[in-house]
């Protein structure tokens, strides 16, 4: 990891939680000798429980390469990738579309919901792939529309709502399985400023009941609502302690 001296770390978190996520050396390259492009060159850093963090950078600096590594979207060329305390590095993609599934809520900024489908509907869908039953299904999903204000539009379909009710949907989505971290990818690019400050005061209400939150975002004002900020750039870390404070000094 690159230090910059002028930037001051902000406290570590407590020893006693869990580590969420631990890269360890991790690598991505792609093509050989001179196409070689190294996507993430040796990048290590842990993310523990309860933590809120931004992963950013510039594009192209292997900020989204990282996200879909920890989302178990994509694997790495070396190195290795814990989840939850579990080495997913070396993974068949059937059991890691199980984690994906059970651990990790996704976020991302076109919503991704079904339109033929209502709210409901929407965020029951992550449930049927991990054989809750259907009356548990609708419950939980219900539970958690009502957790994201979204309660009065159970049965509204994407055309009835605007983007930020789409991306409550989304985020009711997310956290329906109780996921050990929700990842969020540019979840507030489609969204005006007024409905993305709301968004953003869900994420941190979300992460003050516990929820383990990374967000990869290349908007600064988004960066400044979360409590640390991994830096990226040419595919290594530059700095994966900021506090949002500092970003004027990297920016």
């Known amino acids: 990891m690159i230090t910059t001296n002028a930037i001051a770390p902000i406290p570590e978190i407590s020893a006693s939680k869990r580590e969420i996520v631990r890269l360890n050396n991790v690598c991505k390259y792609y093509g050989q000798d001179d196409t070689l492009v190294k996507a993430l060159d040796d990048v290590s850093f842990v993310i523990k429980e309860g933590e809120y963090c931004a992963i950013m950078g510039a594009s192209g600096s292997g900020k ?41 809520g996704f976020v991302f900024q076109q919503y991704h919901l079904l339109a033929q489908l209502s709210a409901i509907e929407n965020v029951m ?4 792939y991990a054989n809750v039953r259907p009356k548990e299904q609708k419950e939980r999903a219900a539970a958690a529309l009502e957790r994201v204000a979204m309660g009065h539009r159970l049965n509204n379909r994407p055309n009835q709502m605007s983007g930020g009710q789409q991306q409550r949907v ?9 996921p050990v971290m929700l ?37 600064a004002d988004v960066a400044r609502n979360t409590q640390r900020i991994i830096w990226f750039r040419d595919g290594q870390i530059m700095n994966d302690r900021l ?9």
Not at 125 to 128: E, Q, S
Not at 209 to 219: F, Q
Not at 243 to 251: A, E, F, K, Q, R
């Open 64 to 104: 989204s390469t990282c996200m879909n590594i920890i989302g178990c979207l994509d694997s790495s060329t070396s190195g290795q990738y814990f989840l939850d305390e579990q080495n997913v590095s070396h993974m068949e993609e059937r059991d890691l579309a199980k984690v994906r599934n059970l651990k990790i």
């Open 125 to 128: 869908l992550p449930m049927a």
């Open 170 to 178: 989304a985020i009711a989505r997310a956290i329906v399985n109780n």
């Open 183 to 219: 990842l969020a990818d540019e979840p507030t690019g489609a969204l005006d400023s007024h409905t993305t400050n709301e968004v953003m005061q869900l994420f941190g209400e979300l992460n003050a009941s516990g929820i383990t939150v990374i967000m990869v975002t290349h908007e």
């Open 243 to 251: 506090s949002p404070s500092d970003l004027n000094h990297v920016l």
